[in-house]
């Protein structure tokens, strides 16, 4: 019972963290910034319009947006939240976490390729390449935390969290890159450019309005809530579920220092960056091992 | 056993036929298959072994078929995909009726399906070479059917001189198995000098099947062919190779560890290797070829784990390994053989292969789209469609063993895991490109838009494809019942049953994503109701005149991922740079031969050929002498012997 | 601060310099790893007398302070920047590190030595530095790359060492620190003038200086 209320806090206040992401900034920038409820009424916005579609396009282009939500939707009620365990866990679940969002990323790109413009065509190939690289390291790490607590399964995993080992620090910094990486988040893209040159995510979605386009936002506050609460559960061992909603908003805070603080990386440096985190990973493999 | 005899009789038969009389071939390929199919389905259904032994006057050799679950189960994509190959290529060659002997091609294809069906029965050595050569020679005269063209007839040669190659290891792998135990019937084999029988099936099989480095003629003589039959190549001839491989490992005993190590490693090198070059094509037909590549690796990976679990004592892994690969030999018939009838229908529609000049498909031939773009989510290994069971399954027995085993097994065991998400990632980004470019966006070509969709005959057999697919995917516990009996012949598998139980899970998970697709789908449809839903031109920042060339090409697309991965392979660029200061034409090409053979296979034939052109001194026509060396060699045997 | 996770910041530290090809922030993470390196002696287990705190200030100060100054002198004098077109790429350099790691790994369970006190890292963790500072020095140009090698090399011995030996000895501390300060010295010294003299400092290129004609 308890799972299916953190799946309702996920569907419920997803859109809250991208909200105190952008007040952070704001803050480091000293403006006021937006409302902490700003996305709740960009979704309320864009629900109430009509949609434009363009003549290139077909049904794929209409089926990304749907794919993508249906897809983390699923992802979401795989992730264990505060300790308990989640609704959908069997041995072998965090290969399906991984490949859901597999799905998402291969609709998404479908979807930019239907548009038959350049922009989303360049956003598309520089995200399956960032994506490729990502996988591993997110394997990587989750096979470490296997490895470490003899349990297969995601609720299994984040049960038998001991932080106090070093294993856990270096797993947490790793996911929390691949975080960075899957949610197109500085240091690998900048959420609020709009030069075509520079954007990956945001240009993959340029041609969605309307509906669509609310599905898109809230399927990015859904990945971003689901990977998440599996860095807090990582780094955050026990129960409570008031403890762990506050450690998703310290997450959210802590990304948005992350992006005041650092540019975004050259196009040639992030598959560095992902190379470097999958070393960690692996260094904390390797530290389980012995 | 007299169904499946029955159906190669129907096929040869109706191969003669179809030379003799110029019609037919298509109808007894389709009849034999299914009386095939019903033959083999039997088999597995009531798990009872069949077989039948008659003499036969070669020496060593006897009529010796058997069909247990192993066989079986690869009876059944062979008579399955052929069945549907054959309505579809009904269809496909309706072009050149008239103007080439499409009796001979029919006659072939029936050969090439008995010859198949032959080899995965056979038990006795010359029984199974026999069925092998016929298979390889078969394939070759189906392969050169547009003989024409210069690059079909290089392809052919290619083709035909690898499989020879390989056929040679199998020649000496079945003299040591018959020097060993003094026959050559498989009943009688025993584990003598395993390690090297082992070896020689390994380069043998692995010629057939396409391991890494002696996959050079993959991409070659598959795009060469004609769609169906490259569907049936690639979906299931080089299965053969791998049922070979799973038969001698079943003859030989319980395996040494290294086994397992060496197709691990062969396994992970060909999938890896094979998705980047798939990666760097234009030529779809090649893509999907070099694709092939990659999941025989990932099959060969799953029976290295399988093999692995055999010897270190733990079932579960050995398990899991086998049902893996079993199921993605299977599964990459369904989706191979469903995205080569794919290609096979834009080649036919557009006339060209080459992705840069294709684009916008997806509007004049709808449903070819719809089953391509299930055919490329499933080889990507995505949920709810089959690929990812398959996948899931290996990686499961990886993780199994990688979570509980020693540190010596688990270290290789977890690097294998992370191989096999980088290589799902890249193949993800390989089929989003081969789609992508081929069926969304405007038409790059005059020959893209005037494309047509293709007709019922070949329409039908990849729906059918398609939904088994997504059958596989959705109802996934149910292989389970196929799969115990076959992976019990390798190893005991009862642990099957337990250790597979997520499946139910997955499968359920994937109706759920469906289900939540369609909720989603209703809630936009409410919510658009009534309200304007307009047409518009796709955002171009304000060009005044955007064309269709401006999209993002395939190259472009996989760039990002070739310039990553650019030692691998060896990319060359002719680039003229531009001299002055005012903008000028230029040309830029890229070409990406294989790396195998230009750096392996080319110099080695080429020093091959230097040393034997010394030798054409012999060769100077004159019949008297010729006639004179056969003399003498015969008195120099006469007397070497004799005293 | 334990033992572990001193050596596990100096395997991060390695790494960093491995993937990293801007020389001022290599040689200040050359820097802090003196600095934890200066620490070990405190964490490893021994007793924790005047004679300890006098090797690791020692140690913490020429190690983390005074090689650092003297390198960032030479760099500022020769004036380069950055490490470009290495002979190993910065991703193949992460990746050939990560294997020199489980190798070390999997040598150390092989070393016959007696036990080492303290942690059951100590002896990987050397060898890892060993083998990346050999790595630095063997797929790097820049002269002063080439100096932070070794200095990463004497780190790993100088783990080794505090892994192996028992007691502490000052004689042999401090023969090895001085043997590094002469050499660094002496180093910093022919790199200012290597650079004066030719205007760069690639060590690939002083093949030219060769005598005879190819």
Redesign the interface.
Known sequence: MMAFVHILFALVLAPLLLGVINRTKALFAGRNGQPLLQLYYDLAKLLRKGAVYSRTTSWVFRAGPIAGLAAVVAALAIVPFAGTGAPVSFAGDLVLFAYLFGLMRFFTVIAALDTGSSFEGMGASREVQFAALAEPVLFLALAALARRTGSLSLSGILGAVTPSEPVWALVAVALLVVLLAENARIPVDDPNTHLELTMIHEVMVLDHGGPDFAFILYGAALKLWVLGALLVGVVLPGENILLSLVAMLALAVVVGVIESTMARLRLLRVPQLLVGAGALAALALILVMR | MNLLLAAVAILVAGGVVALWRDRGGPVAAVAGCVVGLVGAGRVLWTGATVSLRLPWNVPFGSFYVEADALSAFFLLPIFGLSALAAIYGGEYLAPWRGKKSLGAAWFFFNLLVASMAMVVLARNGVLFLVAWEVMALASFFLVTFEDERDDVRAAGWTYLVATHLGTAFLLAMFILLGRENGSLDFNRFTAGKAGLVFVLALIGFGTKAGFWPLHVWLPEAHPAAPSHVSALMSGVMIKTGIYGLLRVLTLLGPPPAWWGWTLIGVGLVSALVGIVFALAQRDLKRLLAYSSVENIGIITLGIGIGLLGMSTGLPVLAALGFAGALLHVVNHALFKGLLFLGAGAVLHATGTRDIEHL??L??KMPATAVTF?VGA?AI????PLNG?ISE?LI??GA??G???AS?AI??PL?AV???L??I???A??CF?KA???VF???PRSDHAAHAHEAGPAMRGPMLLLASGCAAIGLLSPLTLGVLTPVVSVLTPADVLWEAA??LT??SG?GI???V??GV??LV?RR??AG???????????GYAAPT?R???TGS??????TE?FRPLLGTRKKFTPLAGYFPAPTTLTTDTPDVSRERVYRPVFGLVEAGLSRLRWLQHGNVQLYVLYIALTLLVLLVWKLS | MNLELVLILVVLTNLKLLGSSRLGSSIRTVGVQGLLLGLLPLVAGHDLTARVWLLAAGGAVIKGVMFPWMLMRALRDAEVRREVEPFVGMLTSILIGIVALGASFWLGHRLPLPRPAGSLLLVPVALSAILMGLFLIVSRRKAVSQVLGFLVMENGIYVFGVGVVQETSLLVELGVLLDVFVAVFVMGIIIFHISREFDHIDTDRLSMLRDWKP
């Open positions: 684009g916008g997806l509007k773009l989510i990507s290994g995505l949920p990812f899931f990686y499961l993780f199994k990688g979570v509980s540190a688990a270290v977890l895991i992370t191989g998400a980088l799902g990632g890249l993800a980004a989003a789609f992508g470019v969304l966006g405007e139980r997520p899970i997955i998970a759920g994503v469906l939540l697709i989603v789908a936009r919510l658009l309200r304007s839903v307009g047409e518009t031109v796709t955002w171009d920042c269709a401006m999209q993002y472009s697309f996989a760039q990002p991922l990553l």
